[in-house]
């Protein structure tokens, strides 16, 4: 029997799938997308697949990728999405399939133990920190039984502690083969595997970083496997182009002083006068940050030293000289006791890359790139092409012609775009050649879904259009019983919107107000899916960014999405910027090839938060009278699932009054 067979019957009712759950059931969407799939492996080629929610994607990759026989790399969005697809799809799949594979997950190195930083850290720890001390003694106790050594198996530890800092290298801070922890090190152990193994999951982060830096071993692992297959492909362009450019921070330059001077005190005290140069590179820092004022948040602004006619242009020219000239006195002085110990050998490799990359900077930014400046706690400095399309064509898709090169490309996800071609994921991925395949969702959103926009909401800009929207949550929250997930566009509504709900629910002990930023997402959506506390009707968690997309709650929990504003992109964005005028400059019209298509596919993602199963019932309210006033509003209107439309409030009350019929009836409540 053929791979087509065999993908088939694997599906079919009596299946492989079948026996691996009883929840399976055979859909049309999904085996026509294994299918195409099946004919890309068979055949080599690209296929880009936009699969609706409810399809089934990754069944429907991961069959004929594993039954073909050919070794493949999968990468997902998130290190979350990684673990699941590793610990759960796969080798469910793989019993179920009764195949004879290795698989083999490989992360970042900031993901697993350093057993040289974990012994670092307590000669370093602080007798009097009782919460440090704890915290390294259990992770000694959790090291001396982890195989893997990945920190995700620390439930406790939050990937963005910053005692995950002290515990693990960096690709500046690494030690390589000179490490004495060489032997025993979870990065080189996980890349063993990964080179050994059929079947390897990374993230799209690891991915395109080891393309950057070809770090990571994934250099070595991509031209030996035959497919290659991304889910969540939506992601791809944006986390491209974050590792593809350049970057420089005074965080890189004072965390870099600071080694110098511990490293040189205990490797060769009276050599260098180790604090003075470690304090003048300390300062050049500082005064370099301080010459843009503080900043309590993140600002994007444009490249400083394009504008040439700012007072502050000498001096910030002057304050780059005087970092340049402190990381050179550190050069020399590094250079007179490189060979003698690790630490001090790889500290002289990091003020090279220092160096190179401030001079760098000083040079004309390439053609296809943009620059602009990050500040907050510190100054970054940015440099990033303004897409993949290049380092795909070039770096990924040209190397098909070499013999062991992969010759089957997937690129999947939910969303990819409102036309045909799904030009808005194919063109700046420089997939324009690609076979495109587009199947929409099995879900009845005419029955399942309503879209109500309110009618009587200021616009957009107003400064009272915030407090409007919180006014109108709290009213239909409280009517629907919590359940309710309000999406901001900013970090201003965030702030604005939660506060005035917190403000209207105090004391009243009905809802519960969850807000982004006040504990882990992890935490938040726990607490979401419970439905609030043992005192209240249910919660509220107003959120921004990143709960845009990966948030799955399906059944009642989640009955009303609300969205305060059309997602346009901040046209302040340097990014932003820079891709509007490529399009101006190529003659294109930026509204309608930029704004738009990126607006549709960020509320296509809002509004996928609804629906997550056959039997979810909910609303989608968006905030925006543009949606509907405005002749682009059509457009928009059109990446939405077709969800009936909800007239005025008589009728989003009725509805509600419905969902809170149904709700109780799944709950149990009397």
């Keep these: 029997m053929g791979l087509q067979g065999r993908v088939e019957e694997a599906f079919s009712e009596q299946g492989a799938l079948s026996r691996m759950t009883h929840e399976f059931r055979l859909r049309p969407g999904q085996l026509d997308m294994a299918q195409a799939i099946t004919r890309t492996l068979e055949e080599g080629g690209v296929l880009v697949v936009e699969a609706g929610t409810g399809i089934g994607k990754t069944f429907a990759y991961l069959v004929p990728a594993l039954l073909s026989g050919n070794r493949v790399l999968l990468s997902t969005a998130t290190k979350a999405l990684q673990d699941q697809l590793f610990g759960r799809d796969l080798p469910g799949l793989v019993q179920a399939l009764a195949l004879p594979l290795k698989t083999a997950m490989l992360k970042g190195r900031a993901s697993y133990l350093c057993q040289h930083r974990l012994q670092l850290a307590r000669l370093d720890a602080d007798p009097a920190d009782s919460e440090q001390l704890a915290i390294l003694a259990r992770i000694e106790l959790w090291a001396q039984a982890s195989v893997s050594g990945d920190l995700a198996e620390l439930s406790d530890l939050h990937e963005r502690s910053p005692w995950v800092a002290l515990v693990t290298s960096t690709r500046d801070n690494c030690l390589g083969s000179k490490c004495p922890s ?19 999951v990374v993230n799209h982060h690891l991915f ?13 692992l991509l031209p030996s496997v035959q497919t290659v297959i991304f889910d969540e492909a ?36 009276g050599w260098c006068d180790w604090p003075q140069l470690a304090s003048r590179l300390q300062q050049a820092a500082l005064d370099w940050r301080l010459l843009l004022g503080r900043q309590t948040v993140v600002v994007k602004l444009p490249w400083f030293d394009a504008h ?17 000239q402190a990381l050179d006195q550190a050069r020399l002085a590094l250079e007179s006791v490189a060979e003698t110990g690790p630490e001090l050998s790889r500290l002289s490799e990091r003020v090279l890359s220092l160096i190179e990359r401030i001079e760098g900077f000083r040079l004309p930014c390439p053609a296809g790139s943009t620059r602009w400046l990050e500040l907050g706690g510190h100054i970054k400095l940015m440099e990033t092409p303004l897409d993949i399309a290049q ?15 992969p010759r089957s490309w997937i690129f999947t996800s939910a969303s990819l775009g409102n036309d045909a071609a799904l030009t808005w ?6 997939l324009a050649a690609a076979r495109v395949l587009r199947i929409d969702s099995p879900f009845d959103y005419a029955r399942q879904a309503a879209l109500y926009v309110p009618r009587d909401l200021p616009k957009p800009d107003h400064p009272e259009h915030s407090a409007q929207v919180a006014n109108f949550v709290a009213k239909a929250a409280l009517a629907l019983g919590g359940r309710t997930l309000v999406l901001t566009t900013s970090l201003r509504a965030l702030q604005l919107i939660s506060e005035a709900l917190a403000k209207a629910f ?51 929990a989640l009955q009303m999405v609300v969205i305060d504003k059309l997602p346009f992109p901040f046209p302040q964005d340097p990014l932003v910027q820079a891709r509007a005028q490529r399009l101006e400059a190529a003659g294109r019209p930026v509204f309608k ?7 549709a596919i960020a509320l296509k993602q809002g509004a996928g938060r609804l629906i997550r199963h056959e039997s979810d019932r909910g609303v989608l309210v968006v905030c925006d009278t543009r949606l509907t006033g405005m002749g682009y509003g059509r457009r928009l209107l059109a990446a939405l699932p077709p969800m009936r439309r909800l007239a005025d409030e008589t009728e989003l009350a009725a509805f509600l009054e419905e969902l809170t019929k149904v709700s109780t009836k799944d709950s149990g409540r009397p």
């Design 182 to 200: 060489w032997r025993v090190c979870h990065v080189n152990q996980a890349r063993r595997e990964a080179l050994s193994a059929d079947v390897v």
């Design 425 to 430: 994921f194919t063109e700046p991925c420089g």
């Design 308 to 324: 040439t006619d700012d007072a502050r242009a000498p001096a910030w020219r002057a304050a780059i000289d005087l970092v340049h």
């Design 391 to 405: 380092t795909v064509q070039t770096r990924l898709l040209a190397v098909q012609a070499e013999s062991l090169a």
């Design 593 to 599: 090839d930029y704004y738009l298509p990126e607006a």
């Design 208 to 220: 395109f970083a080891d393309l950057a830096v070809r770090e990571s071993g994934l250099a070595e």
């Design 234 to 269: 939506h992601q791809l362009n944006e986390t491209g182009v974050q590792f593809l450019g350049q970057q420089l921070s005074t965080a890189q330059i004072s965390d870099f002083a600071g080694d110098l001077l511990n490293a040189g005190l205990l490797h060769a005290r």
């Design 506 to 556: 105090s004391g009243s002990g009905s809802l519960d107000i969850l807000v982004q930023g006040r504990g882990s997402k992890r935490d938040l959506m726990s607490r979401f899916r419970r439905g609030g506390s043992a005192t209240t009707a249910g919660c509220v968690l107003v959120a921004s960014a990143s709960f845009w997309e990966g948030v799955d709650i399906p059944g009642a």
